[in-house]
Each structure stands twice: as C-alpha cells, then as structure tokens.
C-alpha cells in the first residue's frame, strides 16, 4: 500500500478562477490518477498520470480544463481551471502499486459558487 | 446500461447482523474484483482484492466472485457500528496498460448499536 496526503482538503472558490490541488505519496509510484466524485454517482476517472510523459485524458476531460503535472515519482498536481458550480465535487488522487489495485487518497472538497 | 451497477441503499442493519452487499456487471473481460470502504469525508480504503471466480476470506469479510452470472458479493459477519460507510465494487480488465478501475456507485451501510 502507499501513504497518500492530498492539500488543500476542501476550499471554496468563485466561479471563474482556478484551483490547484496537491497529491503527494509517501513511496515511489509509476501511476497516479485522478478522479472525480460526485454525490450520488461512482467514481469518475478524470486522467492517468505517468511521471515524464503527458497525462492521459478520459472522454470528456479535457486538458485545458482539467491541467496535470507529474514532475516526479511521488507527486502530482490537478487544476480545475475556469469553474464553475458544476465542478463542484471530490476530487481524489489515487496510485497503483504494481497490482490493479489503487489506493486513495483522503480527497479535496470542491465547492464552487 | 451502466457497467456496474450497485444498489444505493441506505442499507440498516442491527448490531451482530451479517450483511451481504452486491454488484452486477456486463463486461465479460472484467477480471480483477476489489471492494472499498469510504468512511464519510475521506478517501476509500482498500477492503478486498480478488482475481478471478472464488471466495476470499479476511477476517470479518468474505469476498465472493461469480463470473459466470456476473455479480460479486462481500459479506460482513458480525457487523459493528464502526463498518458504518460507504462500500464501493470496483472491477478491471487489466489489459490496459494503467489498469482502468470501473466503480460502481456505492452502498451506505448503517449498523445501529
């Protein structure tokens, strides 16, 4: 398993602007990726992350909205760019250690108003 | 039709009870079954991982897996109030080359003392 911090864990911002949320891992991960959680609704893969090569975007995300950096093994950023309340959701990061199985992090609750 | 598909619940249940939460799926290829406990406000948490048909047994939890009907199980004996959460089936194919994880939407689960 792997220990993972996400910041800022909740924030409430204005439509229009952008936010960057922080995911760090305690251990050295190949993937890291990041999905959406919306009440009610499973979880959403927004994109893959691998360290040294550009994010892959699921249908429907695209990277001008939804920015990934991976500049190491054990970090990554998203930024939800231009919001609006329909960005409003859980945002949580999560790695695969070698199996196909992921762990989350604790997630960043998004309110957009 | 949904990939997975998961009753929303709220399931209520007393103390001591057992409890059985189920997931349906459609895709044939899916291999790869695990089960995750969301506590509210946090991230979810890796309870089961199971490769293919069987049972898996982990103390208070057993894991089943049906592929020929396409529906998996997990069973709590002896529920306690602190397996009050949200439980998420999540499944993957494991042929794509960063292991895409299809959740279902998650059952709340409430033990009342």
């Known amino acids: 398993s792997a220990v993972i911090s996400q910041k800022p864990s909740r924030d409430i911002c204005q439509r229009g602007t952008s936010l960057t949320i922080q995911c760090q891992v305690d251990?050295?991960?190949?993937?890291m990726f990041w999905y959406r959680q919306q009440p009610g609704q499973s979880l959403t893969l927004i994109a893959t992350?691998?360290?040294?090569?550009?994010?892959?975007?699921e249908s429907g995300f695209v990277i001008d909205k939804f920015p990934i950096s991976r500049p190491n093994l054990t970090f990554s950023t998203l930024t939800v760019s231009n919001m609006s309340p329909e960005d409003s959701s859980i945002y949580l990061c999560s790695v695969a250690t070698g199996g196909n199985e992921q762990f989350f992090g604790p997630g960043t609750r998004l309110t957009v108003l | 039709q949904k990939e997975v598909e998961q009753d929303p619940g709220p399931l209520s249940v007393p103390e001591g009870a057992i409890v059985s939460l189920n997931c349906t799926y459609s895709n044939s290829a899916f291999q790869y079954f695990m089960w995750y406990r969301q506590y509210s406000r946090k991230g979810p948490e890796l309870l089961m991982y199971?490769?293919?048909?069987g049972n898996k047994e982990d103390g208070r939890f057993t894991a089943q897996v049906d592929k020929s009907s396409k529906y998996i199980s997990l069973f709590i004996r002896d529920s306690q109030p602190s397996d009050s959460a949200t439980y998420l089936c999540?499944?993957?194919?494991?042929?794509?080359?960063?292991?895409?994880?299809?959740f279902g939407t998650g059952t709340k689960l409430q033990v009342i003392p």
């Open positions: 999540a499944m993957s194919d494991g042929t794509r080359g960063y292991q895409k994880v299809t």
């Open positions: 251990s050295q991960v190949t993937m």
């Open positions: 199971t490769y293919s048909s």
């Open positions: 992350a691998n360290q040294g090569s550009e994010a892959t975007y």
